[in-house]
């Protein structure tokens, strides 16, 4: 790391646009709302984007096409070093998300970052100050939107715990390096630093230790040959800032040798180590020091703030002789990035699994939650561990007995797996550390007027127990700090729909209540409705308990020191139909609406509504379906078995009219129940007319309306097509349902082609 003289290059163009006025205009408005309203909601989205040509261009060109923090010569991206919202640790403070709006459009908090360094930094930004300092006061807002040059010219109050490459000029006193790219540090403000951008992490170390090698081999082979070495123009090299201090370091190394004392500058050091080789003495003392700064630097340093162990990621879960399930395996979908540039927020990794009643939807959730729980709440769902194991009886075998055990088998991100084996107890295999918080609820998700004495231990409880009921959110709303109370109402605002324009959560502690205040009309005809939550309806309820007691449990997980926003937060978030309750509004917003709230999470849902569906993404659905095995399947095998069907059309370009007669869903028609029923049957209705049955007048309206449709989608006179077309519907819709997805896929692909060689007879 070394000084970068911002005063160089002014603010960009782009820093003078429309985007940018547009963006701090709407910052100000938002600023100048009530304390209360200010708390609870976020700042305007964003309207201003750094990846502009202009401005990365002229970051490459301020940082010499290096990253501000590690000095990698790697692909850059524009990074504000001062968080746009919701700075970390968060601020004991109601304004904790504010933490720094202000300076998104600031060039000077514009710097250029690897990729490496930033997904290590995320929204950290350590200060000396549990509340960051006070937020800017009206004047200096108008005055730097007024301006509209992109500089923000008043001092930064938070106290800042990190080194500043366009603050500070001198890292002598904070940074040590050794030979091999090791890197220590001598000061409170070095250890966060190299904390924050992971500036020890091995592939870094090694680059270093590498470059740096080659550096001291041109060097000693230039002073050989008496040539000026070119190893001196650290604002170039990459690594530059961080050999300079290495070369430091050598130099005091030389000083105790021969016994003296340099004083020089940075740009000062080729003359001096010049001078030194100069002497065959001083020749041997550059050799021997070299040798010394391969391990790292004899004087006490600050040992960097501990890592804690980052919660692992589910990426897959594989499961055998649970319950309906004999042997299935799902791989979950990568989370969804953020991309400001198109508008496009950060989303959780989310799967939700469709299929009919008793095909192994809930199952799959029980078995995730047993996995990732601890024993002492599996004991709380008060069920034998072989309750959970397989019945063959129940997939249509007589024959077969119980397989004894069964196992679920979780993947992670980072190559590990924790298995949890099932017979006459629970037992744990494999990776018990650093799992995530699981969350898990059943279809019922009410709470009492009053919460229970002794709520049940976990919070996976109501999956198990249908009777169940969770906590009452109003009394932990009622009980919670000011900023906490304001944290979490910022969350519940993007999840819940509330109908008006909201305004702001008011406790009411004398009645102990919480009143919605949500604004009806403009103008004089303006008006602020008071909703308790007391009122509202059982999916409002619902949705309120549920949430409340994720955020309830991820809130008491957090060090005070250490606290995070929700959308760093991880966990596993298991939901038995999700739709239950809701309006169909919400049903269509409430997955997109979990997942952004929760970015860092990862969902799991079962659902039977195709509303649903809005908020997911391609390869983000999958479907249950129960399936007769082949025929040429072993004696021991079970006759039917559930199969995840996962080759599906992509969700987001389907109208729900296409959803519900997609795979999806298995429907042929949206019409109605009975028309569902008329279709199914269809295949029998052809055979029994082929056989010279009579069919009943209904059964023949069925038939006829059907070959109608056909008729009129194919060329008039045509009727030889017209049955041939008709068979190959028809034995499609009598055979679909009872295909597993490989087969339904050859199906679909033979009555394509028997269709298209029909009409090419023509």
């Not at 960009?12 to 963006?23: D, G, L």
């Not at 990862?602 to 195709?610: E, N, S």
């Not at 298995?666 to 109605?672: G, I, K, L």
Request: include cysteine; hydrophobic fraction near 40%; charge should be neutral.
């Amino acid at each position: 790391m070394q000084y970068i003289d911002r005063g160089l290059m002014p603010p960009p163009p782009p820093f003078q646009s429309k985007a940018a006025q547009a963006e701090r205009n709407e910052l100000l408005r938002h600023m100048r709302e009530s304390s209360q309203r200010l708390s609870q909601t976020k700042p305007p989205s964003w309207q201003f984007h750094l990846a502009q040509e202009e401005i990365l261009s002229a970051l490459d060109r301020l940082f010499k096409g290096k990253c501000a923090f590690c000095e990698s010569r790697a692909p850059l991206n524009a990074r504000l070093f001062r968080p746009a919202e919701e700075a970390e640790p968060l601020a004991k403070s109601e304004f904790a998300h504010l933490y720094y709006a202000w300076l998104r459009t600031d060039w000077g908090n514009v710097y250029a970052v690897c990729s490496a360094c930033a997904m290590a930094a995320r929204n950290q930004f350590p200060v000396d100050r549990l509340d960051r300092g006070p937020l800017p006061t009206t004047a200096e807002l108008e005055a730097f939107t007024n301006e509209n040059y992109g500089l923000w010219r008043w001092p930064h109050r938070d106290r800042r715990q990190l080194l500043d490459p366009c603050k500070d000029r001198s890292f002598a006193n904070h940074l040590s390096f050794s030979r091999s790219g090791d890197v220590q540090a001598f000061s409170r403000l070095g250890a966060q630093t190299i904390a924050v951008f992971n500036l020890d992490r091995p592939e870094l170390v090694a680059s270093r230790g590498t470059t740096f090698e080659s550096h001291v081999q041109l060097l000693l082979s230039e002073l050989e040959r008496g040539i000026p070495p070119n190893v001196f123009d650290f604002p170039s090299l990459e690594y530059g800032g961080a050999w300079n201090l290495l070369l430091r370091r050598v130099l005091d190394r030389i000083g105790r040798r021969l016994d003296q004392s340099f004083r020089f500058r940075s740009d000062q050091i080729a003359i001096v180590i010049e001078r030194i080789w100069s002497t065959p003495i001083g020749r041997l003392a550059i050799r021997d020091a070299l040798q010394d700064v391969r391990g790292p630097v004899e004087r006490a340093t600050v040992p960097r703030p501990p890592a804690r162990g980052e919660p692992r990621r589910l990426v897959g879960v594989h499961v055998k002789n649970f319950k309906a399930l004999e042997n299935l395996e799902l791989t979950l979908p990568a989370p969804i990035t953020q991309d400001a540039s198109v508008g496009r927020e950060a989303e959780a990794s989310a799967l939700l699994i469709l299929g009919e009643n008793a095909a192994g939807k809930s199952s799959i959730l029980e078995a995730v939650a047993l996995a990732l729980t601890d024993d002492r709440t599996r004991s709380s769902v008060a069920r034998s561990p072989i309750s959970f194991i397989l019945d063959p009886t129940l997939m249509g075998s007589e024959g077969l007995g119980s397989p004894g055990t069964a196992s679920v088998r979780l993947n992670f991100e980072d190559g590990s797996e924790l298995t949890l084996a099932i017979s006459g107890h629970f037992a744990e295999l494999g990776a018990t550390d650093n799992l995530p918080p699981v969350f898990a609820y059943g279809a019922f998700r009410q709470y009492a007027s009053r919460s229970p004495k002794k709520p049940p231990k976990g919070h996976i409880v109501t999956l198990f127990k249908s009777d169940s009921l969770l906590a009452n959110p109003e009394e932990w709303l009622l009980g919670l700090p000011d900023d906490q109370f304001a944290m979490v109402v910022r969350a519940l605002q993007r999840i819940l729909i509330i109908e008006g324009d909201f305004e702001v959560v008011k406790r009411d502690v004398d009645n102990r209540r919480c009143l919605i205040i949500t604004k009806f009309g403009s103008g004089p005809e303006e008006r602020l409705i008071s909703t308790p939550l007391k009122v509202v309806s059982s999916g409002f309820r619902s949705v309120l308990a549920m949430v409340c007691d994720v955020l309830a449990g991820l809130i008491a997980l957090q060090p005070r020191s250490e606290r995070k926003s929700f959308g760093e937060m991880e966990a596993v978030l298991l939901i038995d139909e999700v739709e239950a309750h809701l309006h169909p509004r919400w049903k269509m917003q409430i997955m997109a609406a979990l997942r952004r709230v929760l970015p860092k999470a990862t969902i799991i849902a079962t659902t039977h509504d195709p509303l649903c569906l809005r908020g997911m993404h391609d390869q983000e659905v999958a479907v249950f379906n129960r399936t007769l095995k082949a025929e040429a399947a072993e004696a021991d095998d079970l006759p039917v078995f559930v199969e995840p069907v996962l080759s599906l059309p992509n969700v987001e370009n389907l109208t729900v009219e296409q959803l519900l007669t997609s795979d999806f869903f298995s429907m042929f028609s949206t019409d109605s129940p009975a028309a569902e029923l008329n279709l199914a049957k269809l295949g029998d209705l052809i055979a029994r007319e082929a056989n010279g049955e009579r069919l009943t007048d209904s059964e023949q309206i069925t038939l006829t309306s059907l070959r109608r449709e056909v008729a009129d989608a194919l060329p008039l006179g045509s009727s030889e097509v017209q049955r041939l077309v008709e068979e190959a519907v028809f034995t499609y819709i009598k055979r679909r349902r009872t295909l597993r997805s490989s087969q339904l896929e050859t199906l679909k692909a033979e009555t394509r082609e028997f269709i298209v060689k029909a009409l090419e007879s023509y």
